[in-house]
């Protein structure tokens, strides 16, 4: 499997952004997807995932109410729609693709085998 990432930028706080993840390979064996976000000096953390079969969203409690995700099946893509932006939420973030995750470890990396390039956002104050 082969993640592509793209979108990302410069917006202003109080802007928008959105994020593009596409599949490609073997991704029948996809059973979510999600995005991470590593900002500087600090770890990589979980931001969002989907159920590719049930739509089904996960989100940090930092992005409720701000981010969506969602997913085209038929292109194996997934997408963060991310409104509100704040200088915060400046980072580095990472597409993942799981072959599986339950309620405990929807948000946890090691559930994610697969991985694309980061993609930039920044937001300024």
């Known amino acids: 499997v082969q993640l592509q990432a793209s979108g990302g930028g410069v917006a202003q706080a109080g802007g928008s952004l959105n994020l593009s993840c596409a599949a490609s390979?073997?991704?029948?064996?996809?059973?979510?997807m999600g995005w991470f976000r590593q900002a500087p000096g600090k770890e990589r953390e979980f931001v969002s995932t989907?159920?590719?079969?049930?739509?089904?969203?996960a989100y940090a409690d930092s992005v409720k109410g701000r981010f969506t995700i969602s997913r085209n099946r038929a292109k194996n893509t997934v997408y963060l729609q991310m409104n509100s932006l704040k200088p915060e939420d400046t980072a580095v973030y990472y597409c993942?693709?799981?072959?599986?995750?339950?309620?405990?470890?929807?948000?946890?990396?090691?559930?994610?085998?697969?991985w694309g390039q980061g993609t930039q956002v920044t937001v300024s104050s």
């Open positions: 993942a693709a799981s072959r599986g995750y339950g309620v405990g470890t929807y948000s946890r990396q090691i559930s994610f085998r697969y």
């Open positions: 390979g073997s991704t029948f064996r996809i059973y979510g």
């Open positions: 989907i159920i590719l079969s049930s739509g089904f969203p």
